[in-house]
């Protein structure tokens, strides 16, 4: 397949239409994958917030775009903006996408749309007709959507079970540090809010399940000593049931030495079981009673829901940015007035924030079993 044919099957990237003005809250890590993501999508980045109204010239050097801002109230009353990008602390999330909003603003917020469901259900009233989404990008790896186009086929027979972590290394060390491990700043939980959430989208976005009770434990392995802060989880595990009667059992770490950035989940069927690893993204394995096979990420021969995300022939590995690409893409083609399947929204968000509150819930009552409010 040629790399022509590979736009046309992928809905194209890159835009025609008229061109889209977007502009970013953070110019950290995320801010500028949001911010490639946005110029490779043929949007325009029009302006940038930084952490501080002093940085505002460097926040716009750090993500390209075309000016800084020392702060959201003067972004919004001087800049021309279709959709902001919030990628600020955690903590910040809510009062920064309820002041877009209310300006009229399409908005991406990274995850966690709030640290409270209170707060994610207002934000979700609030949105109206705008286009909200929450960057759950793993939904976008061409062998998520083939996982999910033949579980919806009726190829694994009765899905009786899942198991599955997120595991991570980055705060393995007690002398490791961040933003996120202070309360303050990241909320109240912060391993699985901020993966733990991922594992549950992609599960459920896979299967159409839904977790509807689950026991969970969480526990704080390096007594981070600065400040007063409160601490907040390192990891977590939660053993979960859905509506469909599956039964589930997940870790979510973020010490787990050696691993990187391990989302991994096996879904056990009465006729075929299915493997995805997001370490290994261009392979899905697939298990049956006579034996198993590996499937190779080719558009040749996916299902179409599929191929539309592939971005290279065969055997040209794709990854993170391609994924964060294609769902920037969709998020603005929902602003055009297309409907993109599949596009993660501020009703996703609640979704995660919901979960995570009963894992919170559940730990703080020593793992009693506790129901996820629809």
Not at 31 to 51: D, I, L, N
Not at 178 to 202: E, K, M, N, Q, Y
Request: aromatic share 6%; charged share 20%.
């Amino acid at each position: 397949m040629s790399m022509a044919d590979l736009a046309t099957a992928s809905g194209g990237l890159e835009s025609e239409r008229q061109t889209l003005r977007v502009a970013l809250v953070g110019a950290g890590f995320m801010g500028q994958v949001h911010a490639e993501a946005a110029r490779r999508a043929g949007a325009s980045v029009v302006g940038v917030v930084a952490s501080r109204p002093d940085r505002a010239a460097a926040a716009a050097r750090a993500t390209g775009a075309d000016e800084g801002y020392p702060d959201l109230a003067a972004l919004l009353d001087h800049a021309e903006v279709d959709v902001l990008h919030v990628c600020t602390p955690n903590a910040s999330h809510a009062p920064v996408v309820a002041a877009a909003l209310a300006a009229g603003v399409h908005v991406v917020c990274e995850k966690p749309l709030a640290t409270g469901s209170a707060e994610a259900v207002a934000l979700v009233e609030a949105a109206g007709d705008r286009v909200t989404a929450v960057p759950f990008v793993y939904r976008f790896h061409p062998m998520v959507r083939e996982l999910r186009a033949r579980l919806a086929a009726g190829e694994a027979g009765h899905l009786s079970s899942v198991t599955g972590g997120y595991l991570q290394d980055w705060l393995s060390r007690p002398s490791d540090d961040d933003w996120r491990v202070d309360s303050a700043f990241g909320g109240p939980s912060r391993a699985f809010a901020d993966i733990g959430s991922h594992w549950c989208d992609l599960f459920e976005f896979a299967t159409g399940d839904r977790i509807s009770r689950l026991s969970a434990r969480t526990a704080v392995v390096h007594e981070r000593a600065s400040g007063n802060r409160t601490p907040t989880e390192d990891l977590a595990t939660v053993h979960f049931t859905t509506t469909a009667g599956m039964v589930g059992t997940l870790v979510v770490s973020q010490v787990a030495a050696g691993r990187k950035n391990r989302l991994q989940l096996e879904l056990s069927g009465t006729e075929a079981s299915f493997g995805f690893d997001q370490e290994d993204p261009e392979r899905l394995w697939i298990g049956r009673r006579d034996g198993g096979r590996t499937l190779l990420r080719d558009p040749a021969t996916l299902h179409p829901s599929a191929a539309r995300y592939v971005r290279l022939p065969a055997g040209h590995a794709q990854g993170y940015q391609d994924c964060f690409d294609a769902f920037v893409a969709d998020t603005y083609r929902a602003v055009r007035g297309e409907v993109p399947d599949g596009l993660p929204t501020f009703t996703d968000g609640l979704r995660a924030v919901r979960i995570t509150d009963a894992v919170l819930a559940s730990a703080a009552s020593d793992g009693a079993w506790t129901q996820v409010p629809t």
